[in-house]
C-alpha cells in the first residue's frame, strides 16, 4: 500500500523524509520521492524502485530544505514508473496521495478540453493540476487546497506544499488516514502512526474531511468551512519488527487493510477513465473459450463459486466447477474451447497443482489467479492474473479471498465484453459497482463494535449454522470455514432452501444461524427462513437488509448492509464474517493466526 509523509522542520528535511519512506516500505510498493520547497521553488526526487533508488538518487543529486512531503507508491492507475511516481509537481504545488480518486476521468477531461496537458496517467495529478489552477487564478494555497478537494470524490489522504510558502504544509483525509505529529523541532504528518514512532510517541488523527495546515513550528486543524477545530491525541507504540503494527493478530491487520489491497487490484484491472477492463495487456485468446473449469481448495473454492455464478450470469459462459481434491478423478470433458482456470493464495496448495497438471496434460489452456506470482501454480500457468493482496500471514483468507473476488470480477466483466454478451453501458454500471467496492468496505468495517457484541453472545456456543441463497451460498461456506478453522467452533453453511431438509432439526435456543440475506430476489424467502428458526426458538443474526420490525418481530440482531449489486455483494458481505469469526475466536484465545493442525499452504495431499 502507499505511504505517505509530510515534515516541517528548522532543519533540512531530506534525510528524516527518508528514513520515515524506510518505514513505510513494509506496506509494499513499487516507486518513492519527495519534494522540498526552498528559496520560492519547489525541488523534487522520485525514481521507480525501491526507496535505496531514491537514496542513490539523492546522493549524486541532492535537494534540501525545510518543508517537504515524501511517498511510498503502489501503483493503482497507471504503471509503477518514474513519470507515475509521487510527488506531482505542477508549477505551483507538489502534492502525495493516498487512495482513488474515483471521478478522475471526468474532472481530467474537463481540464484537457481546457487545453491542460497531463504529464502522467495517474489519478493524484488531477490534484495537483487543478490547485495549481486555483493559485493560478489568484486563490491563496489553503483555498485553492479547498477549493478543489471539494471537486473529489472517493478515499484518499492527500498533502501538498507550495512554491514561495517555504514553510508551508496543508493536509486532508476521506477515508484513508492521515495524522500528525508534533515531534521535537518538526511537525511530521503521515499516513501510518507506527513508520514515524521513532520522532515521539503520541500523534492526532485526522477525521474524515479535517484539513490540517502547518507553518513553520504553527499547526492548525479546520473543518470544511475553514473553521478551527481541536482533536485528541492518541499514545502509540514503537514501531514494532515483526508488522503487526499495533494490531492484535495479522488476521485482524489484514482484514483492514482490505480498502487499501482492493483498491490496488481494481486498479490493476479496471481503467477508471475509460471505464475498460485492462486484460488486453495480456496477448492471451479468450476468442473460442466457450466454457471454464475452475478448480481450488477452500476458501479460493468459495471465490470459484462465486465466480461461476459472474460467469454463467454476466459472461453467458458455462462453468463446471470442482475441488481440486477431487477434480483429476472425474471425467471432466476437456476440449479446446475449455479454458481451466484455477485459485490459490498461495499457489502452492497441493491438490490445486495437482488438478492443474492433469489438465494440462489434457492440453488444457491454464489460467491461474494467485497472489503470490512466483509460486509452482504461476510458474505452470498460460497465464497470471495477480490479486495484489500482498503478503496474507494469518493462516484463515481473508484479504486474499477479496482481492480473489475482484480480480475474478475483472476477468468475468472482460469476457463478458468480449463476448459481447453485455452492451458499453452495462459494462459501465458494472464497472462503477466495482470502483465504490473499496468505500464500500471502509463503511462495514465500521460495525466491528457491533460484531464484537454479537461474537461475545455467540461465542461460547458448540456450533453455529450460515445461510445464504445465489449468490450469498459461496459466503455461508466460507463464513462457516472462517468460524470453524480459527475458533474451532463447528459450523456448517447451507442453502437456505435447504434448512427443511434437515439442518432444521439442529435449530434450538442455543443455536447461532447466521441468515445473509441482502436486498435481492431472495429476501422474501430468506425472510420466511428466519421465521422458521425464530419458530424454534433459535438466535438469529441477520447480515444483509435489516428492517427495524424483524429486530423486534423476530428478535434479531443485524449488521444492515445497504448495498445490493451484482459483483459488490460477495466482497462487501464476506467483511461482517471475517469480522465475526476473529472476535469470537478472539474471545475465545484461540491461536488465530496459527489455529492447531492447520498451515498456511497444504502443500501436501
Ligand atoms: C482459508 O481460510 C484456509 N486457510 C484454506 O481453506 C485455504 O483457503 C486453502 O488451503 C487454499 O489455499 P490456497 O488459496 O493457498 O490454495
Known amino acids: 500500500m502507499c505511504g505517505i509523509v509530510g515534515i516541517s522542520a528548522k532543519k533540512n528535511v531530506s534525510s528524516d523524509i527518508v528514513q520515515c519512506l524506510n518505514h513505510l ?3 509494499g510498493y513499487d516507486s518513492a520521492g519527495l519534494s522540498i520547497t526552498k528559496d520560492n521553488e519547489i525541488f523534487e526526487r522520485k525514481i521507480q524502485g525501491k526507496v535505496t533508488n531514491l537514496e542513490n538518487f539523492l546522493n549524486n543529486d541532492p535537494i534540501s530544505g525545510n518543508c517537504g512531503i515524501g511517498h511510498t507508491r503502489w501503483a493503482t492507475h497507471g504503471e509503477p514508473n518514474t513519470i507515475n511516481a509521487h510527488p506531482h509537481t505542477i508549477s505551483n504545488v507538489s502534492v502525495v496521495h493516498n487512495g482513488i480518486i474515483e471521478n478522475y476521468h471526468d474532472l481530467k477531461a ?28 489568484g486563490k491563496k494555497p489553503l483555498e485553492a487546497f479547498k477549493n478543489t478537494i471539494t471537486k473529489l470524490e472517493g ?34 504528518l503521515s499516513s501510518d502512526a507506527y513508520s514515524i514512532s521513532d520522532y515521539g510517541s503520541s500523534v492526532t488523527y485526522l477525521e474524515d ?4 495546515v502547518t507553518e513553520k513550528s504553527k499547526i492548525s486543524l479546520h473543518d470544511y468551512s475553514l473553521n478551527t477545530i481541536q482533536r485528541p491525541s492518541k499514545k502509540i507504540k514503537k514501531r514494532d519488527k515483526d508488522g503487526l503494527n499495533g ?41 473460442k473459450i466457450n466454457r471454464i473449469i475452475i478448480s481450488a481448495c477452500g476458501t479460493a473454492y468459495f471465490a470459484g463459486m462465486v465466480a461461476k455464478s459472474w460467469f454463467e450470469d454476466i459472461a453467458n459462459i458455462k462453468v463446471d466447477l470442482d475441488i481440486a481434491s477431487e477434480f483429476r478423478y472425474k471425467k471432466m470433458f476437456f476440449d479446446n474451447k475449455t479454458l481451466s482456470l484455477f485459485i490459490s493464495q498461495s499457489g502452492e496448495t497441493a491438490d490445486t497443482l495437482a488438478a492443474l497438471r492433469h489438465a494440462k496434460e489434457n492440453d488444457q489452456k491454464i489460467v491461474s489467479v494467485v497472489n503470490t506470482v512466483e509460486s509452482s501454480i504461476a510458474k505452470e500457468s ?12 494469518g493462516v484463515a483468507s481473508t484479504k486474499a479471498f477479496t482481492c480473489q473476488l475482484a480480480t475474478l470480477a475483472s476477468l468475468v466483466l472482460f469476457l463478458a465484453k468480449k463476448k459481447r454478451h453485455i452492451n458499453a453501458s452495462q459494462e459501465k454500471a458494472l464497472i462503477e459497482e466495482l470502483v465504490h467496492i473499496p468505500s464500500q468496505v471502509l463503511d462495514v468495517l465500521k460495525y466491528e463494535n457491533d460484531i464484537k457484541k454479537i461474537a461475545k453472545d455467540i461465542h461460547k456456543s458448540s456450533s ?44 434450538d435456543k442455543k443455536l447461532p444461524v447466521i441468515v445473509l440475506a441482502p436486498d435481492d430476489i431472495f429476501y422474501v424467502k430468506n425472510l420466511s427462513n ?47 464474517l471475517q469480522l465475526l469469526a476473529y472476535h469470537v475466536a478472539k474471545l475465545r484465545g484461540t491461536d488465530i493466526d496459527q489455529p492447531r493442525n492447520l498451515a498456511k499452504a497444504v502443500t501436501v495431499e
Open 110 to 137: 474537463i481540464l484537457e478540453k481546457s487545453g491542460v496537458n497531463f504529464i502522467s496517467d495517474t489519478d493524484t495529478e488531477i490534484i495537483s493540476q487543478l490547485i495549481n489552477i486555483e493559485l493560478i487564478n
Open 209 to 212: 474531511g479535517d484539513i490540517i
Open 155 to 188: 478515499a484518499y489522504a492527500i498533502v501538498a506544499i507550495f512554491r514561495g510558502y517555504d514553510d508551508l504544509m496543508i493536509g486532508t483525509k476521506l477515508g484513508s488516514p492521515l495524522l500528525y505529529m508534533k515531534a521535537k523541532n518538526m511537525i511530521i
Open 382 to 393: 498460460d497465464l497470471v492474473l495477480p490479486i495484489f493482496a500482498g503478503q496474507e500471514i
Open 25 to 27: 516500505s513494509y506496506r
Open 464 to 507: 453455529a449454522i450460515f445461510m445464504g441463497r445465489g449468490a450469498t451460498l459461496p459466503l455461508a461456506l466460507e463464513g462457516a470455514l472462517k468460524l470453524k478453522e480459527i475458533s474451532y467452533i463447528h459450523a456448517e453453511g447451507i442453502a437456505s432452501g435447504e434448512l427443511k431438509h434437515g439442518a432444521i432439526a439442529l435449530v
Open 247 to 287: 494490531h492484535d493478530h495479522f488476521m485482524i491487520k489484514e482484514i483492514k487493510e482490505q480498502p487499501d489491497v482492493l483498491s490496488h487490484a481494481l486498479s490493476y484491472y479496471l481503467n477508471f477513465s475509460k471505464y475498460k477492463i485492462n486484460l488486453d495487456k495480456y496477448n492471451f485468446d479468450f476468442t
Open 530 to 576: 428466519m421465521n422458521e428458526v425464530y419458530s424454534r426458538g433459535g438466535k438469529i443474526i441477520l447480515v444483509g437488509k435489516v428492517q427495524n420490525n424483524q429486530l423486534k418481530d423476530l428478535k434479531l440482531t443485524g449488521i444492515n448492509i445497504e448495498v445490493n449489486g451484482k459483483l459488490n455483494i460477495p466482497i462487501i458481505m464476506s467483511i461482517p
